[in-house]
């Protein structure tokens, strides 16, 4: 939307300096990008004035002369000619530029990249320009009405150019809810309930958790091209997560006087309540654990008293801590930065940018904001500091007890909306330049919690990536990473990486690359017991393209890749990568979103690891064969044995990850897939789980070197575990769709597999408190260290694991475009399978109809049956129970025009995958043809206005 030109002198003397206030309120002494920015901007206008100015003179100069010519007598008759006027010409306008600005400026999704529209190649010279036209007479007997009106044309072609540097866009979204146990409510929302975790079997609506997502939304961005190189933009947010509070730092001790714990309490307004916290016992003369806050309702600016105790120690008496008041602020502003973009080099600074904004370097190890699609960036977390705990009476000799510094994930993991955005916000400068043969990006930014202090800095990251290409074929590259973390802004921790990278092409298609990369590690360095590690990271590989269209393509990925124990990247996150995500060890029809499709399969890197992984795509057209084949196998990078998988009983093993995939479609109504994947584990040890997700990595040293709180990296215990079984899974799969008729598709599938899912057998997991081990460089200290285990899990299954059979059926029925049917089951052997995808036990029908230009709907009615596992843990495991459930969802959608909706809904579903619906639209992460948040009837009304200007 184009700002009216007659409003450009309140958008600049208004609303900037409203944009001032605000930043100014908010963030002290951050003001300044913004206050940058207005002067800016003013400057430039300041020029048009002056322009408008003259323009203003030359009019009184022309009706001047024009009174002392008797201008003002009109002819008396047609023989009387009128006198010729000087024509005044409006200054010549860009069109491009004006129309590249007719949209508000999109969102960047890269560091590097223009927060808007393209500046113009040239912009014409403000201000008038008075050519007599071809014919003319003699200035001094101008006409007056073809003189005032060519000069109000000249100046709203000057306002409309003024005008046309400045867009304003947004969305607005109003909502409401009313609903079983709930009153009417327009503020209830938590996305942290729509996460498939600890709430499934502890929360208030176990396997009925979900983010009732009943909240109003209101955002406005800001776009000005500034000049021809410098442009500005802002995003004004106003929503519940908009409001956030603290209460003060409060010490309070335990009931037996022995312990105590410093409380300080966070709050967002999302659901107006204080936010879950785990501290760690601030001191004290018997022991150390961890205690949670719960999350409770403020009232009247105040949070509610409760009482804490630990975790995992039952020696810990219990904390009453009374209620607080709430220091509550309003932070509307969610971005803001300068860009300065020339033909070579483009500078931005910014005040504020959300994680997309992180620079992902393209080296081959990812030494900057590598992560899963679903995760925050590594940029975003916080520096804990190290923490001393007394010496436990019952174990004088283990003293003293540290908890060393780390980077903590806790806060930025929480701190997101309902549409799954990340709330922790950057503050920072980015450029890039690029000459004929050389580029140069870095970026340095520090993170900004909802709950930090604009002029407050936890740490400090940044990266700098230089590539030369020598020749067309051949280019050598360089990354350099950084991160300081501070303690009162004094250096507490420091991380540097720097590698060198290099690829050659054979062609357009085939290359080779290789990098090594060199990181020192610095912690606690404020303490008595600073500790400094280093280590090695290298990888190399090689990819090459055979066949044709013909016979068919296949392109080759073969790469080696090794991490010593010691390595560290702070600014990536390698774990959540290293395995298969769980969408992809089974058959399914889902199309998976391209974004996603690199996340399928996974790559075996972490510390400690050394990776030789080969991954083979085919594609014959003629034959309507695809395979996608995928084989890594992962060793301890500290053991120098290197043997043949599989389960030998060497040590250095880690595992073996074979995975093939094939769709064939071999006539024109029919299509086959064939699935296949071993995973071999060593043979298992005594009390280690072998196989939990993010956790396993019985082949890697465990004595302390790694990340120094340990919850990440260390095993998962289970008692039951014997040694020596084989812990081996395997999956088959077949799949066939046959579409007779446009109208008609019927898809099925059938898998055998031992692979036992981790929903929500994961879910049954503790850590204790107990567990300390000596540092291994300095000796005379212990380190803190929870140690996690699984709790008793022969209902789920032990090594070596039973096969178990599903069976999938889907059948759409589209007898037009505005009407479709779908029918949806799947009968799973393995009955404890949670509510998680479409695998579960389950039966259902939706409609999807699109009953005019204006109105669609959405139904779905599904029946499951599932293990009740929470009166499995209420019985101690004695009872185990499977119950039916039934779930009925709507869902009306009224398009009032092509960007505003009326959306009314009762009860929760999830997404249909790939429908194009619009009364359910899909999300750009859905996996699975079928979603079920909720497995029983939720008799919630919701309704929201949403739109767009």
Known sequence: MKLPSFLYKIFRG?????????????????????????????????????????????????????????????????NESAPAVQSIKAPTSNSNFAATHAKAAPTPQAPIKVAGPSAPASVPA???????????????????????????????????????????????????????????????????????????????????????????????????????????????????????????EIVVPDVDGENFIR????????????????????????????????????????????????YSNLLMGAYNVPEQDIDYEFRPLRKIWLDDKRDIWHFR??????????????????????????????????????????????????????????????????????SGNYLTLLRG????????????????????????????FNNIPGVVRLKHNFTEAWMVGSTYTHRVGLIDNEPDAFNQVTAIDTRYNFNSDDFMYAEVAYSRNSIDRQSSFQYDHEGFAHKVGIVKNTGDLTSGTTRWNGDFTWMDT?????????????????????????????????????????????????????????????????????????????????????????????????????????TFKNFMRFHILPPTRKGVEPFTSGFNTPGVDTSGFWDPSLESSSYYANSLIEPDL??????????????????????????????????PRGLLNDSFQNSVIRDPETPNIWLDRLQPFLYNQHVFGLPSYDYFSIMKERILYKPTDEVQFTFHAAQNSYRLWGPSDENVNHQGISMDWQFTDTWSMFFDYTHTKVADVAKLLSTNLAVLEFDDHHNIYSRLRYRINSSTFLTMEYGV?????????????????????FNLPTIDTEHLFRMSLDGEF
């Open 263 to 310: 409380i300080k309490q966070k709050y967002w307004g999302p659901n107006n309540s204080t936010v879950p916290q785990t501290a760690v016992r601030s001191n004290g003369q018997t022991s150390r654990d961890r205690i949670g806050y719960p999350v409770l309702e403020a009232h009247d600016g105040k949070t509610q008293a409760f009482t804490a105790s630990g």
């Open 726 to 759: 084989n812990a081996n899974r395997r999956s088959f799969g077949w799949g066939l769709q046959y579409e007779p008729r446009p109208a008609w598709t019927f898809q099925g599938d059938f898998t055998r597999t031992n692979a036992i899912p981790d929903f």
């Open 126 to 248: 403000p201000g008038p320009s008075f050519a007599p036209a071809s014919g003319s007479a003699p200035a001094s007997n101008p006409n007056a009405g073809q003189i005032l009106n060519q000069n109000y044309q000249t100046m709203n072609a000057i306002d409309q150019n003024i005008a046309s540097r400045t867009q304003v866009s947004g969305t607005y979204r109003t909502g409401f809810g009313v609903g079983h146990n709930r009153n009417f409510s327009g503020n209830d929302s938590n996305s942290d309930l729509a996460d498939r975790d600890f709430h499934y079997l502890f929360g208030d609506r176990i396997y009925d958790t979900f983010d009732p997502a009943i909240y109003s939304q209101y955002k406005l961005d800001i776009y000005s091209q500034i000049t021809k190189e410098t442009s500005f933009f802002a995003e004004i947010v106003a929503d519940p997560w908009s409001y956030v509070g603290q209460t003060s």
């Open 14 to 78: 208004g609303v900037c300096a409203v944009l001032m206030l605000v930043v100014a309120a908010e963030f002290g002494g951050g003001s300044w990008v913004v206050a940058t920015a207005v002067a800016a901007q003013t400057t430039d206008f300041d020029v048009y004035d002056k322009e408008l100015d003259a323009l203003d003179s030359k009019i009184q100069d022309h009706l001047k002369r024009a009174r002392e010519a008797s201008f003002w007598k009109q002819p008396n008759s047609s």
């Open 566 to 670: 010691k390595f560290r990247e702070t600014l990536s996150k390698y774990e959540s990568l290293r395995d298969d995500e769980h969408w992809s060890q089974h058959i399914s029809w889902a199309a998976i979103p391209p974004g996603l499709e690199p996340f399928k399969i996974g790559t075996g890197v972490d510390y400690g690891r050394y990776v030789t992984r080969l991954n083979v795509a085919s594609s014959i057209p003629d034959k309507g064969v695809d395979n996608l084949f995928d084989i890594r196998h992962v060793r301890d990078s500290d053991s120098s044995a290197i043997t043949d998988a599989g389960n030998d009983g060497d040590e250095s093993h880690i595992e073996t990850v074979i995975r093939d995939e094939t769709t064939w479609k071999f006539l024109p109504e029919w």
């Open 429 to 456: 400068v980015a450029a890039e330049a690029n000459w004929d043969n050389t580029y140069l990006g870095m970026m340095t930014a520090s993170r900004f919690g909802l709950w930090d202090e604009y002029q407050d």
């Open 909 to 929: 579903f999830g997404n249909i995958f790939g429908e194009g619906s619009e009364a359910l639209p899909t999300s750009e992460y859905e996996t699975s043809t």
């Open 349 to 418: 600074v910014f005040g504020l940018a959300d994680q997309n904004q992180v620079m992902t370097s393209d080296d081959p190890l990812h030494l900057s904001n590598e992560k899963d699609y679903w995760q925050h960036s590594g940029w975003l977390d916080e520096w804990k500091p190290v923490q001393r705990f007394e010496a436990n009476p019952f174990l004088p000799e283990r003293s003293p007890i540290f908890l060393r510094g780390h980077y903590d994930t806790a806060d930025a993991f929480y701190a997101k909306d309902s």
